[in-house]
């Protein structure tokens, strides 16, 4: 047998990394934070593996996930990138499209953030394709030539985009190019857009390009860094990075393609939940995770995450697969300022460097994490397992100089004011993705998780009619705990454009089988045999006219009326209607998964002996009181176990609180069920 029985996954968050060390034969898990290190990342993972004391040698499988490229574009710290294309279109990515974001729909004064490629960065060359994909004219491989000499020795550009028109169709002008400009210059990054995804329209398309060249020298250089520490460490497994919309993929794909991660830390709770949802049969599960600077959100529903297509970065579009997730400024590390004397929280986050107040970092600015600490929530001797003391008075008289006094009230009344504000702002993302979407958030249970998450899905529950709230085992690493059960996975895609009465079948089944075969061959590249590859296909379908579009799993046998039904089925489902308009097919879908090992949830042991809780003073928000809370330790409780709130379950690394007039019951896995009490 292997001494490799180690699986270790690590997930970077704005403030601290996670990491998860699971143990196959034994199934025994063990957590521990560190952290983060932003202006040198990969120290922060091996940082955390170091503070875990994990023996690399014995590790067969090393999972990452990371938002360092959300960040690069974010924080703009990309190299100078250049945008190669067809003459006369070179300023399709400039120009973008007319819209305006939502939370800027009122602002006259809204100007889109700076761009990623400035124009004298962007050059036409002469060749065309139709949009059949028909060659109009051929590519000048001088032209290309040409346009590279200038981006790369006038303009020093260390990145170059390649995105034609209608290349969806066809990607031989696009190879063209590309091996034109390699011979040429061999040492500059080139990011192709029929490498990147196959389908119809050209901004998006170019945007997702774009982002990719942008993006890839960062990532690049991140990966190889860290691959060198964990070497250097004795580590000598299999290496993959998690995707945006679940699974994962081997570090030298993820170096080719990092647009694919740029959501990939959120992902990895949402697979654990996924997984999750099914072990407790939970057909109905809204995520939960607030971390340190951000708060994200997703529905499951029978098992499986809604998923979207497009995904946005700043105002950059991409067309990824991602989980549709509803992100807002939110999180532990969140800042609580005044506006004209209204008190707000966020979206500026202190973030690692140098962290709330009670940190003892230099943070001035009170937090979330701060207010946490005044209400009694937080046990400043306890934090981190008591590896970090807090420093509970600096966060008092944070609060009290810069929100209390100003507003006229008691510091506990202020600490309460930011859990207030912080609500209201986490109820508009939820309704979001529950109400908007034709959800009743009432016949969901609510899995919290992140470091902050537990702190405050109780009092969401509380306000939106949500039945259950449930809080896994360490649920400040719970994402990292999900990247466990990752699959390998690939998404491939072609655009059909064409109505459902008309296509032809059997051709569509013929294109199935190419994409499939690109499947096949990219899990066969990252490991998994072709007789192992499960492939799921999918149609993206929308009524003649329509813009949006929804996604309907099909089977190998294609037929026009079963096509028809699953589409009006989830068209009613999500809008309540159904018409008798023609259909469109827009694109076809292929995903293919390699599946992986699953992580047992372990039942423990129940209880022998009466539980013993301490207790301390602590802020109610069932009675928006100080009052004395039973204060139970996450390691003492058993299934079976059950008691009414006010209550605080403490584990070091994440705190739940229960106000009164809810209850919690353990189930059993070890999982807090927080139901609201009916004898209350």
């Not at 034609?164 to 002008?173: R, T």
């Not at 994490?369 to 509970?392: K, S």
């Not at 469109?584 to 042991?605: D, F, K, S, W």
């Amino acid at each position: 047998m292997s001494d490799r029985t180690i699986r270790l996954a690590v997930d970077i968050g704005g403030t601290f990394v996670d990491a998860m060390e699971l143990d196959s034969r034994t199934n025994r898990v063990r957590f521990r934070k560190a952290s983060t290190t932003p202006a040198r990342p990969w120290e922060g993972v091996l940082n955390a593996i170091e503070a875990l004391g994990t023996d690399l040698s014995r590790v067969e499988l090393f999972i990452h996930g990371t938002t360092l490229g959300l960040n690069a574009v974010l924080e703009r710290r990309g190299g100078p990138t250049g945008i190669i294309t067809n003459e006369g279109f070179r300023d399709v990515f400039l120009i973008g499209r007319g819209n305006v974001p939502p939370d800027h729909m009122y602002d006259f004064q809204y100007e889109r953030p700076e761009s990623l490629v400035r124009r004298r960065h962007t050059a036409g060359v002469r060749g065309r394709l139709d949009y059949r994909g028909r060659v109009v004219e051929d590519l000048d491989p001088d032209s290309v030539r040409a346009a590279a000499r200038t981006l790369v020795e006038e303009h020093g550009v260390h990145g170059i985009a390649v995105c034609f028109l209608h290349s969806y169709l066809d990607p031989v002008h696009e190879r063209e190019a590309a091996a034109v400009i390699r011979e040429a210059y061999p040492q500059v990054s080139l990011s192709l857009s029929t490498d990147i995804v196959r389908e119809y329209r050209e901004y998006e398309r170019t945007s997702t390009t774009v982002l990719e060249a942008y993006i890839r020298p960062i990532f690049e250089s991140y990966v190889d860094e860290l691959e060198a520490g964990l070497a250097a460490r004795g580590f000598g497994g299999r290496f993959l990075i998690m995707r945006s919309g679940g699974g994962s993929m081997t570090s030298s794909v993820a170096k080719t393609s990092p647009t694919h991660t740029v959501l990939s830390g959120p992902a990895g709770g949402i697979v654990g939940a996924a997984y999750l949802a099914d072990a407790l049969q939970r057909d109905y599960l809204l995520t939960f995770d607030i971390g340190g600077t951000s708060l994200d959100a997703c529905v499951i529903e029978r098992g499986s995450a809604v998923a979207a297509y497009e995904a946005q970065l700043e105002h950059f579009p991409l067309l990824i697969p991602t989980y549709d997730i509803r992100t807002i400024g939110a999180g532990g590390g969140s800042i609580a300022w005044l506006d004209r004397g209204l008190l707000k929280v966020g979206p500026e986050s202190a973030g690692a460097d140098p962290g709330p107040v009670s940190y003892g970092r230099g943070g001035t600015r009170p937090t979330v994490t701060d207010a946490a600490v005044v209400l009694g929530y937080v046990d400043p001797d306890r934090f981190l397992g008591g590896e970090m003391g807090l420093h509970a008075d600096a966060a008092r008289a944070a609060l009290e100089e810069q929100i209390a006094g100003p507003l006229g009230l008691p510091v506990e009344s202020a600490a309460a004011g930011v859990f207030d504000v912080l609500l209201a702002k986490t109820v508009g993302a939820v309704r979001q993705i529950t109400v908007e979407r034709g959800h009743d958030p009432r016949v969901f249970s609510l899995l919290a998780f992140g470091g902050a998450g537990p702190l405050l899905a109780p009092l969401l529950a509380r306000e939106m009619g949500i039945r259950e709230v449930v809080v896994p085992f360490a649920p400040s690493g719970f994402s990292a705990w999900g990247m466990l059960s990752a699959d390998i996975v690939g998404d491939f895609s072609r655009t059909v454009m064409a109505t459902l009465d008309d296509i032809d079948l059997a051709g569509l089944e013929g294109r199935f089988g190419e994409v499939e075969a690109e499947a096949v061959a990219s899990l066969k590249e990252q490991g998994i045999p072709a007789d192992l590859a499960i492939l799921e296909r999918q149609l993206e379908l929308r009524y003649l006219g329509q813009e949006h579009t929804l996604t309907v799993p099909v089977g190998r046998d294609l037929d026009a009326e079963t096509v028809r039904v699953a589409f009006e089925e989830l068209h009613r489902a999500r809008y309540g209607h159904a018409m008798d308009n023609r259909l469109q097919i827009l694109n076809l879908r292929v995903r293919g998964i390699g599946r992986a090992e699953r992580p047992e949830l372990t039942r423990p042991p129940r209880r022998e002996k009466d539980l013993a809780p301490a207790y301390r003073r602590a802020y109610d928000f069932g009675t928006r009181t100080l009052t004395s809370f039973a204060v139970y330790d996450r390691a003492d409780l058993a299934p079976g176990d059950t008691f009414a709130g006010p209550a605080l379950v403490d584990e070091g690394t994440s705190t739940t609180v229960v106000p009164s007039g809810q209850r919690v019951e353990v189930d059993e896995f070890g999982h807090l069920l927080v139901t609201l009490d009916e004898e209350a």
